[in-house]
Nanobody, 123 residues
């Protein structure tokens, strides 16, 4: 069964850092487009980053910013490093995967989604 599970959410103070983990099950991350999205309370799901099978990455506006996506092929895990966190970053964070990603990477059209992990940033 193909699925992804997120780990690493929690509560952190403003300007803190967190690292989220996405663990695929039933497939190898390096063969898929792996992405992170988030959904703040009462808002739409928004794209954070994607790592492609060739290890290149994509971010909104083409710039990495405070969040960094990476992939560990030995461990078959995808990470999202989040630095200088702000209260506005409070959201449910989701990992998503798609084998071909025949769509714009920022679109929430990935085939497989995790249940999400909550990140809460307090001031």
């Amino acid at each position: 069964q193909v699925m992804v599970v997120e780990y690493g959410g929690g509560s952190v103070q403003t300007r803190g850092s967190l690292r989220l983990l996405c663990e695929p099950s039933g497939f190898t991350a390096r063969e898929y487009y792996m992405a992170w999205f988030r959904q703040p309370p009462g808002q739409e799901r928004e794209w954070i980053a994607t790592v492609r099978p060739d290890r290149t990455t994509a971010y909104p506006g083409g710039e990495r910013g405070r969040f960094t996506i990476s992939r560990d092929d030995d461990e078959n895990i995808v990470y999202l490093r989040m630095d200088d966190l702000k209260p506005a970053d409070t959201a449910m964070y989701y990992c998503a995967a798609d084998r071909q990603a025949l769509f714009q990477l920022s679109q929430p059209l990935y085939r497989y989604w995790g249940q999400g992990t909550q990140v809460t940033v307090s001031s």
